[in-house]
């Protein structure tokens, strides 16, 4: 009988270990990828030149590139748990206090979503590996497929849920705030449940001595993440304004972001479990890189003539360009903490380069209204990530 129960409380704790995964990865792109479609209402309403409105992007990729290195720093003095609270805790307040009336808390808001979210990121492929550490590749298709997911349905949704809610751009940034609630109780639901678990996360996370910043293969998986990134921010802040200069209107820009995040969600599942399996990634590497590539020029040269199918092949490169970047924190990892450090190393690094990739791809858009400068910025960034990204698909350990 004690066994049944055992088992039964083993299986609870499990499906827990999972929601938490679920729900806190969607809370880890859904606030930032809800601001492009209601983007011009937010700068009318507030008055905001391009360059402002291209913070509200900005700033929680410089929060990522600015505070993952300290979050992994310090990532041994807490348990992992308690990290994931914290960081939702940060989140649910930014996005209260960003959709609360005023540009001080529009952009303020933005900085406190930009540090739950930065601790998020960094914390979960540590969550994983421990929680998970024979089903990482399931895992981290998860993870990828919920953050997606909730990000498809924040930009195709956004300019709706305004309408619905009555509240226009606020109540399309605002409502995310369920989510982030609802997580937050998820995680409370654990700590409550499973003081052992606690206790056991804590001493795995032993404290790390290792100097990421001295290993090569640290630095082409950092770099290789912050290019992948830098064309993801990149089209979701500008996208909608590009389709509007092509003549699309209305949700269809929405929509569009919509299609590139759901053709995200089935390479992101199957990818990493794919990925896992194999000696090294680099097949995976050319093949993700031919089609990002492929989705650039189209989008430069075809301009609103097969969106939908350049929207789908941008969404597949990214989807698994982004999964191999968490996988490679776990394949190129011996330990829990370790996949920490290489996870705020990359991602401080990954966001510094990423958080260019917005204010530059505008500021090209002024040189050249046609747009096509933006795009020739992205596919050199493309090409630059396919150096990086076969050196990281490598089966090196950041270890050495």
Known sequence: MKNETRKEASYFLLLINVLVVILVSSNLRSPI???GP????ISRSLHLDNFQSSLLTSIPLLMFASCSVLVSRFSHRFSINR???????ILSFGLFLRVFGSVWTLFTGSVFIGLGICVGNVITPGYIKNNFPKQIGLMTGIFAVAMNLT?????????SLGEWTGYGW?????????????????VILELLLNKNSVRQANSSMAKSDFNMFKSAQAWNISIFMGLQSLVYYSLISWLPAV????????????WVLFVIQISMIPITFVGPIIANKMKDQRIMIIFLCVLMFASIVMFALLKSQW????????GLSNGLSFSLSILFFSLRTKSSANAIKISGMAQSVGYLIAAFGPAVFGKLHDWDPSWKYSFAFLGISVILMFFFGMRAAQRKFVEG
């Open 307 to 314: 969106i939908y199918a350049t929207a789908i092949l941008l």
């Open 170 to 186: 606020r109540g399309s940034l605002g409502i995310w705030l369920v989510i982030a609630l609802l997580a937050l109780l998820v």
């Open 151 to 159: 990000a498809a349905l924040a930009s195709g949704y956004s300019v």
């Open 33 to 35: 990828t809800s601001v």
């Open 38 to 41: 209601v983007l011009n209402q």
């Open 243 to 254: 389709l509007n200069d092509y003549g699309m209107n209305g949700n269809a820009p929405g």
């Open 83 to 89: 990290f994931l609270l914290y960081a939702l805790i």
